[in-house]
């Protein structure tokens, strides 16, 4: 069974400060992502990440890096976090090749105040 | 810009009724069409998934419908119940960009007994 886990269910964070959220999946999987999950907007993808070190911007990167030292761990980092990224956070994994299903992690609920 | 849109926001159904939600998407290069579900709390794991070279996958209680020359696809739920109230993704792939998802805004569907 495929698990995806991160690091917090909830985080609460001043504005300006730099915010890590971890992801590791258990299943070997090649390709991870990180999406942002705002109502009426659906799943927004911030970066993924193919292999390990390589990582590609998805349609929201601005404000966002990624790091992927190792294939089973994608980190986000929020450089100077602000009020605007006050969101719900989706890690996923997939192996991206023939099969394109993602398996999702439960999500932080990041709160910048 | 949106590649793909998703409609209703938001469905009310009366247990046994049948559930449609509707997923419209620009780009002809998408070759893999899947519907996620997600519970409170949870992330998004999929549901049922679609290629065009078919206009019609049944699972079970759900059915995807894709209609390629309208680019147009939709999940059916025949006689819904209240465990499958939950928000509904439809998301579409190519299969050049290593399993990178495109989701619509969601719906967040209620069953009611």
């Known amino acids: 069974d495929v698990k995806v886990t991160q690091s917090s269910r909830y985080l609460v964070k001043r504005t300006g400060e730099k915010v890590f959220l971890e992801c590791v999946q258990d299943?070997?999987?090649?390709?991870m992502f990180w999406y942002r999950q705002d109502p009426g907007l659906g799943l927004r993808l911030i970066y993924f990440?193919?292999?390990?070190?390589?990582?590609e911007k998805g349609d929201i990167p601005e404000g966002y890096s990624v790091s992927r030292e190792k294939k089973e761990r994608f980190s986000l980092i929020l450089e100077s976090a602000s009020t605007n990224q006050t969101s719900m956070y989706l890690c996923?994994?997939?192996?991206?090749?023939?099969?394109?299903?993602?398996?999702f992690g439960p999500g932080t609920r990041l709160t910048v105040t | 810009q949106q590649q793909v849109k998703q409609s209703p926001q938001s469905l009310i159904v009366q247990k046994g009724g049948i559930s449609i939600i509707n997923c419209a998407y620009e780009?002809?290069?998408?070759?893999?069409f899947p519907w996620y579900q997600q519970f409170p709390g949870k992330g998004p794991a999929l549901l049922i998934a679609?290629?065009?070279?078919?206009s019609e996958k049944k699972e079970g209680r759900f059915t995807i419908s894709f209609n390629k020359s309208a680019k147009q696809f939709s999940l059916h739920i025949m006689d819904s119940q209240p465990g499958d109230s939950a928000t509904y993704f439809c998301?579409?792939?190519?299969?050049?960009?290593?399993?990178?998802?495109?989701f619509g805004q969601g719906t967040e569907l209620s069953v009611k007994p």
């Open positions: 679609i290629r065009p070279d078919v």
């Open positions: 299943m070997d999987h090649e390709n």
């Open positions: 780009n002809t290069a998408f070759d893999y």
């Open positions: 998301a579409a792939s190519r299969y050049n960009q290593g399993g990178k998802l495109i």
């Open positions: 990440s193919y292999d390990v070190k390589m990582k």
């Open positions: 996923a994994s997939g192996e991206g090749t023939l099969n394109y299903e993602q398996y």
